[in-house]
């Protein structure tokens, strides 16, 4: 699922001298706190829209029979739902459905039994006992107006004065408009879904439309059939008159894919101009991760009316056609829709995944520099995290899909994953985990992922996944360098403190890169940083003038530099990033309190924006500039600094350039 579009900014690294920590401080061990964490994790993910379907039977099959009569907005319903019994002790069949949708009978395996409706649970009595191994199939009759939770769940709506039904059951709406196991756990094996609607419409879902009947009554019948294993969430319908047209996706010299794509017909020209660009997608995630895993069947899109986008299993919904969400849908037929999360709190392998493959399509499609783009706009976003990736926060379906938290934090973390394992470690265990037959149109939950990082590598990569994953916040670097000569070179010795805004962890272990510039010379060398304070140290042939902490900008982080300047100086450093699209922060100090301005002009010494202009006590400060509505070329930002009466220090002013790029 995607809910909003991104924003590209980025992380600021910012000098400031007096960062201290105490040295050789001790570190809890990974084991102690990795036990600390998942019970987190685990008593949070109990509170959690659970299912209360029961637990005795797995899912086979589901068959939706839905009859929508549009003008009076009303659904009529039977659901087949075919399982197998787990248990000797079975019984009563409890399945999710709210009470909203009024149960009119219900049959086991062919034979009319009794039932109740509790506030979102249906139970039903069984026929006779069951036995482990036995299969049983219930056919249930409702009807009613779905009562839409979460991001919609079932929607009633119309586009131009004409009826549109569309549903978005992720992550607990299936019980919304149809009786089921509504938990990401219990995947059926196979889905049909038939609609009855007005004939003038089409209706978009899963799998391969096997036939479209009209009735010769003013309807017509619709019959998508889904042969591949399914969550509830991810069956889904659209329906209204769409505008249809399709793409092909040439798989092999002699096989090709339909993409179906339904729109809005007063969207047709622009969904032609940009949809197109799946095929290029297609391609690229195949390459990466295995062949688009639902190739017998279909993909396409289906326009809807909830906000952002969502991967239905073979047929997106979307209401946009915007390339990274459109590259975030399909990566998601991998990540989500193939491999599903087992539980909400293993959501980061749905969302975070796909939120990087949108990256890598990038890399892929147009280089790195539009990789680099993308994950600046990430990590900068990442900072406003709140909460643990594996430790979601269920008080709301919105906190659940936190922006911030699963979505740019989680492309941070497998950014980062890519270099502390390297490319060639990093894309095996990607495919790796994409191909491992267990997972492969099943459920799976960190734990795999980290598992199959873990067997490709060779590494123990359990202090990565969980400080990243179960712990919250991102490091403060602060670092101080000196140099010496040491005959024919130079020993460059350099202190890192690390300070943290939280107590989980209480520091980062990481792989960290150094940068040693000496002019037009450099040299990086990578650390292992695990402890709050360290110091380390290098023969380098040149005398340095600088040196840098991760420069490349791999890690979430804040770096803080006092470039050997004393706390009473004023400052002010280069925006970062830089280039930009379209924010960008700046970073200024200041040693006492005064007047202070902070201009951005263009090359012309046209003011663009006052970003300050007001007192300011001394201290470090950070202003982030969005260059929305800016048009792109070189721009320079400059401080000025007035001390207040009775200061020796005069005034201050510093002008620096920067490169806004659209």
Known sequence: MKRRGIIAVCLVGIPLSGLLAQKNSSRKAPEAEAASFEKHAIAKEQNFYQSGASSWIDITYYRLQLNLTTPQSYLKGRSTVTGICRSDEAGPLVLD????????????????????????????????????????????????????????SFEFSSHQNVPWVYSLSEPAGARDWWPCKDDPSDKADSSDVIVTCDSSFKVGSNGILVSDINNGD??????????????????????????????????????????LDYVLPEHLSDALASLPRTVDMLTVYSNLYGLYPFVKEKYGHSEFGTGGAMEHQTMTSTTTFAEDVISHELAHQWFGDMITCRTWADLWLNEGFAEYSSALFREKEYGMNSYWSYMNSQMSLAVEAVGAIGVPDTSSVRNLFDTPRIYDKGATVLHMLRHVLGDSLFFRSLWTYANTPSLRYSTATIKDFQTACETVSGMNLDYFFQEWIYGEGFPNYGYSWSSSAAGNEYLVKVDLEQSVRNTSPAFYTMPVDI????????????????????????????????????????????????????????????????????????????????????????????????????????????????????????????????????????????????????
């Open 97 to 152: 459905l709210v009470n909203q949708m009024k149960v009119d009978s219900t049959f086991i395996n062919g034979r009319r039994t009794s039932f109740s409706q509790g506030p979102s649970t249906l139970s039903v009595t069984l026929d006779r006992p069951y036995r482990s191994g036995e299969l049983l199939s219930a056919d249930l009759y409702y009807e009613g107006v779905p009562v839409a939770t979460g991001f919609g």
């Open 515 to 662: 940068q040693i510039k000496s002019g037009t010379w450099d040299t990086i060398a990578t650390v292992f940083n695990n402890a709050r304070s360290q110091e380390f140290a290098f023969e380098v042939s040149n005398k340095p003038t600088n040196v840098l902490i991760d420069p490349e900008g791999w890690i979430l982080k804040l770096v803080f530099s006092d470039e050997d300047q004393s706390p009473g100086s004023y400052a002010l450093e280069q925006n970062y990033p830089n280039p930009f699209n379209p924010n960008t922060t700046i970073a200024f100090r200041l040693p006492m309190h005064g007047f202070v301005t902070l201009r951005i002009y263009d090359v012309l010494g046209r003011l663009v924006s006052t970003l300050l202009d007001e007192q300011k006590n001394a201290g470090l400060y950070t202003v982030d500039w969005n260059s929305t509505g800016v048009a792109s070329g070189v721009y320079f930002y400059q401080l000025s600094a007035h001390p207040l009466a009775g200061t020796q220090t005069g005034d201050f002013v510093e002008t620096r350039k920067m490169i806004l790029v659209r």
């Open 218 to 259: 003013g309807t017509s019948t619709f019959h998508w059939q889904e042969r591949y294993p399914i969550a509830s969430y991810l069956i889904s319908i659209a329906v209204t008159n769409y505008a249809q047209f399709s793409n092909w996706f040439h798989y092999s010299p002699s096989d090709s894919m339909e993409i």
